[in-house]
């Protein structure tokens, strides 16, 4: 499942609408009781970066199910495959399983983020059931309008200091590097995943600093904008809390935490950490994720 494999885009956004038809390397897995989500929002993929934990979004993709699926930006790493190519089969198995879910009927959402902004361009169109929007409104099962949106709009560094942002995203894949080497350990003592980074940025106080002011200015958008709550994705760090007045949403990312936001059928809202439930499932039921990580 590690071997390079075809980029699926040859340069045309129609490329995603005929993916479908492919055959990825692996199948879809046969699970029995599916979870049932009315929604479902995942963002910072990273596809076409090492750092991507593809294997366990895979997993994700083959347990779970829903009506609506967002992908709220940095699906593909553009900014990585410019500097150099990777492109693993794995990869491919997840456009793969998101393309036929649209196949199958899920509304699917796209929008991109500043790592996957050649779709940008696309805004508007609809290409294999994958509609590609700047932002979005959800609308929740018992009425509340939220919001969705990937976030690095609101990134002064981003915006401002684009140099940096790029000089950052180096020592960020250098610190992915090695929390792959990290877990390699950690899997050959039967240990659960464990995000070095994600611990990292929790210990450094510029960072906590950085992210509490960012979830700040986008509910500050959002109030201003009339809606009950916000999602983002952007800043890799999954949480749900109330700023001033606002329900402040991230669904963080399948890099470092593996997590997911999902709305239930009765509008209950939950974030997903995807390794922790594999790690509370028997043991025999996580070894394909385990063989192939």
């Not at 699906?75 to 794995?90: H, N």
């Not at 935490?257 to 209950?268: I, K, P, W």
């Not at 974030?271 to 499932?281: M, N, S």
């Amino acid at each position: 499942m590690g071997a390079v494999t075809t980029f699926p885009f040859t340069g045309d956004i129609t490329d995603l609408a005929t993916f479908a038809a492919s055959r990825p390397s692996l199948p879809e897995a046969e699970i029995a009781g599916r979870r049932q989500y009315r929604t479902i929002w995942i963002s910072d993929v990273h596809l076409g970066t090492r750092g991507c934990n593809a294997e366990m979004l895979i997993d994700f993709l083959d347990h779970v199910d829903s009506e609506k699926m967002y992908l709220v930006g940095d699906i593909f790493d553009g900014w990585q495959l410019k500097k150099k190519f990777y492109w693993p089969a794995s990869h491919n198995d997840i456009v793969w399983r998101i393309m036929k879910r649209a196949k199958r009927g899920t509304r699917i959402v796209y929008i991109p983020g500043n790592h996957d902004e050649m779709f940008r361009q696309f805004t508007g169109l609809d290409f294999g059931g994958v509609k590609i929007k700047r932002q979005a409104i959800h609308t929740t099962v018992d009425g509340r309008r939220l919001l969705v949106l990937h976030g690095d709009e609101f990134d002064a560094i981003t915006l401002s200091h684009r140099w940096l942002a790029h000089a950052g995203d180096f020592a960020y894949h250098a610190m992915m590097t090695l929390n792959r080497w990290v877990n390699l350990y950690r899997r050959a003592l039967k240990l659960p995943y464990w995000s070095l980074s994600k611990y990292a940025k929790h210990k450094v106080k510029n960072a906590v600093e950085f992210i509490s002011n960012f979830e700040e200015i986008v509910a500050h958008e959002a109030k201003s904008r009339g809606v009950d709550g916000v999602i983002a994705g952007h800043i890799h760090t999954a949480d749900h809390r109330m700023i001033d007045g606002i329900a402040y949403y991230n669904d963080g990312d399948w890099v470092e935490g593996c997590t997911a936001l999902v709305e239930h059928f009765d509008g209950r809202m939950e974030i997903l950490h995807w390794a922790d439930e594999i790690a509370r499932r028997p043991a025999e039921t996580g070894e394909r994720v385990a063989a192939a990580a």
